[in-house]
């Protein structure tokens, strides 16, 4: 499986905001952006500077993608099926992201951040429709319930995540009073998506 092994502070620090990366830490003043506020690299300082129209554009891009933890051609093909769709394209990509189902996972509160969900579904603690999905690309439907397999639910981890973060399911999702499971109630909207992107921009990008 592709991904990012390099180190996620340094990527909040380019988008010179905090992309909560990396869970409990991003809140606490150990947080590298709350000490250095400005891009890394040796003329990181000079970045501060408003850039050009292309430069926000693809700012944003690379925000949404680091953001959900997707590589550059899996966006870009999430991108193209985006258009393909009724409606917003902006608001489709933004939905087929949330849609993930690492991304459901974090925002159930079982992961502290996208990336330790996204290793929770690929080690088999996660159960759609009562059936074992490993792939964390995979994207769920209006409908489907998402649980925790009965003897992952007592690890330590995901207790203490259970126990301890304080983040609101959103509405587009119907959690279970003990907390080990999540039904897609709606496809989520746009102002239920809390991410600090400007989806418009990233369409303008692709649109050249």
Not at 95 to 100: I, K, T
Not at 122 to 130: A, D, E, F, W
Not at 177 to 182: N, Q, R
Request: glycine share 6%; charged share 30%.
């Amino acid at each position: 499986m592709a991904r990012y092994t390099g180190p996620v502070c340094r990527l909040c620090r380019r988008e010179k905001m905090k992309l909560f990366l990396k869970g409990a830490k991003c809140d606490t003043m150990k947080c590298p952006i709350e000490r250095r506020p400005y891009p890394p690299g040796e003329h990181g300082r000079d970045r501060m500077r408003q850039g050009s129209e292309y430069l926000n554009q693809l700012r944003e891009k690379q925000k949404a993608r680091r953001i959900y933890g997707v590589l550059e051609k899996q966006f870009a093909n999430m991108y193209v099926e985006a258009t393909r769709q009724s409606g917003i394209t902006g608001e489709n990509l933004l939905r087929m992201l949330e849609l993930r189902l690492d991304n459901v996972v974090y925002r159930a509160g079982w992961g502290a951040n996208r990336n330790q969900s996204r290793q929770f579904v690929r080690h088999g603690h996660v159960l759609v429709n009562g059936k074992r999905v490993n792939i964390p690309s995979y994207r769920l439907r209006k409908g489907e319930v998402v649980s925790l397999k009965e003897r992952s639910r007592s690890l330590i981890v995901i207790r203490h995540n259970v126990d301890t973060l304080d983040r609101q399911v959103p509405p587009w999702l119907e959690a279970r009073a003990d907390g080990f499971e999540v039904t897609v109630r709606d496809l989520p909207m746009r102002q239920h998506i809390d991410v600090p992107v400007r989806e418009q921009l990233i369409v303008e990008l692709y649109s050249k």
